[in-house]
């Protein structure tokens, strides 16, 4: 299916201001299908203004579609009689009422032009299905009385509104609904609209209510709201706020409705009850910080773990003993550096970056019994999964103290760390200027501890680990090779 920015680009000499424009109408107009029970598509002029595209369409969620297809991409190409190019031309909206019929269901069409600096930039038609009517009612006429203004908006170019709503929080028309008139009563209120106040505590009847009042004598410690909080409420303008109590939280969305024809303007407000969400939130706060938690203590016993090492490791005569427990004090140190740096997140991933550096001044400080050993690192390795990072961070460890003690030979020297991330893929290189792999080494018959580590956790991680000598000097190269794919929280 094609996108909107597609059509606009390859069929329309719009401007990118009017792009802006039509976007944002298209983030809103779900406002508009829901109150009106109708489909909307969104058609925009060619280069040659006899030529219309469909850029977008929505489905109501208040009634059923009146159209069965996408129809995207789509095109109307010099017709005269059609209503798009009769609201194009004469700037007003068209309609037709007589239920024509649109794979055989009876469907009424309207036509809005979108004006914008004088021009039509889009026109937005209507389709309604008639076949699956609501029974009129209350909450029918005051949708549709909200629809006709809305259309009137639409063509004069006060919509859609600003600021723009938020998909994930914002409320919608099924969430509840208020209408109010000019002075900020409530004329009418849906039935999850008195649900909503209900949970906030309030008894009575929510018509012949004034809405900025009763809103404000249901929250507590209204002192602390704000000095603004009455303004927000008045629906001068558009506001989008959330009143909550220790009995429930409710967000509003209010939007002043312009009248451009004798009806009186007005003010519609969306209600959504978000209690339950913001529990939610509040729960995933606090496992949040009591997994935070957890790292920082973890990673303080590890420290602790380390240094115990370090304290049996200077009571040792044996050397053999003693490097064994340095190389363990430095595995314990490049897991505690991971859990250091989750304790600081907020998130599944880790900036990797970070934790490489230190685990290099740890090995530039602590393998080399003689001379300096310079570790640096060249590239990003960006955002790791955590479920990845300790795995890494060990492999970096064994890797660069490895290129150390045998590359350089516990000697000077340099040891260069380069990750290049392509796509979902880590391809990680840990380079030295020493003396290189002899012909006849086998990595699979080493005895090595080190390597062996780095070949089990690799594998863990669906990865490859390869050993060799450079291509570019002399040294060796160990190289592995990650999937970040499939792991969660890297990007």
């Known amino acids: 299916m094609l996108s909107m920015a597609h059509v606009m680009t ?54 059923p579609t009146a159209l069965e297809d996408d129809v995207v991409g789509d095109d109307i190409s010099y017709d005269a009689e059609h209503l798009v190019t009769a609201a194009y031309m004469c700037q007003e909206i068209s309609e037709t009422s007589d239920n024509q019929l649109s794979a055989g269901i009876p469907v009424d069409v309207w036509a809005i032009p979108v004006m914008r600096g004088g021009r039509c ?68 209120a849906s039935p999850n609209a008195v649900s909503a106040y209900r949970k906030l505590g309030h008894a009575g009847d929510l018509e012949g209510e004034e809405f900025r009042q009763l809103t404000q004598s249901l929250v507590e410690g209204l002192e602390d709201v704000g000095q603004s909080f009455g303004q927000d409420l008045s629906g001068r303008a558009a506001r989008e706020l959330e009143v909550s109590n220790s009995r429930a939280s409710v967000r509003l969305r209010i939007i002043p409705l312009l009248s451009y024809d004798d009806r009186p303007p007005g003010i519609l407000v969306l209600c959504r009850d978000t209690t339950q969400l ?61 859990h250091e740096i989750l304790s600081q997140a907020f998130d599944e991933a880790v900036a990797f970056d970070d934790v490489a550096d230190r685990i290099l001044r740890m090995v530039g400080d602590v393998s080399a019994s003689s001379g300096k050993v310079h570790a640096r690192r060249e590239g990003s390795f960006g955002m790791i999964p955590a479920d990845v990072a300790t795995n890494l961070s060990l492999v970096v460890t064994e890797l660069c103290q490895n290129a150390v003690e045998h590359g350089l030979e516990s000697s000077s020297g340099d040891v260069t760390v380069r990750p290049v991330r392509t796509g979902d893929e880590l391809v990680v290189d840990v380079l030295d200027a020493g003396l290189g792999i002899l012909e006849d080494f086998d990595m699979r018959a080493s005895h090595s501890l080190g390597l062996s580590i780095v070949r089990t956790l690799v594998e863990d991680l669906g990865g490859t680990f390869t050993l060799g000598n450079r291509d570019d000097g002399p040294g060796a190269r160990a190289r592995v090779v990650l999937p970040l794919a499939e792991h969660r929280g890297g990007n």
């Open 10 to 63: 390859e069929h329309t000499d719009l401007s990118e201001s009017d792009r802006q424009w039509l976007r944002g109408l298209v983030n809103e107009w779900h406002l508009f299908a829901d109150v009106s029970f109708s489909d909307l598509i969104l058609w925009v002029p060619d280069v040659d203004d006899n030529i219309f595209w469909a850029a977008a369409q929505i489905r109501p969620t208040t009634g």
């Open 121 to 188: 930039i889009a026109v937005v038609e209507r389709h309604t299905n008639q076949m699956g009517v609501r029974a009129p009612g209350a909450l029918e006429d005051c949708y549709l009385d909200t629809a006709d203004i809305l259309a009137q908006m639409l063509q004069h170019g006060a919509f859609p509104i600003s600021p723009p709503s938020e998909h994930t929080f914002s409320p919608r028309v099924g969430d509840g609904l208020l209408s109010l008139d000019d002075c900020g009563v409530i004329r009418f």
């Open 278 to 338: 913001r529990l939610q939130q509040r729960q995933l706060v606090t496992k949040d910080a009591t997994i935070r938690e957890i790292h920082h203590r973890v990673k303080n016993n590890l420290q602790t773990v380390a240094a115990l090492l370090r304290l049996q490791s200077r009571r040792i005569q044996s050397e053999e003993a003693k490097g064994a427990l340095k190389d363990a004090m430095s595995r314990v140190s490049a897991i505690a550096v991971v």
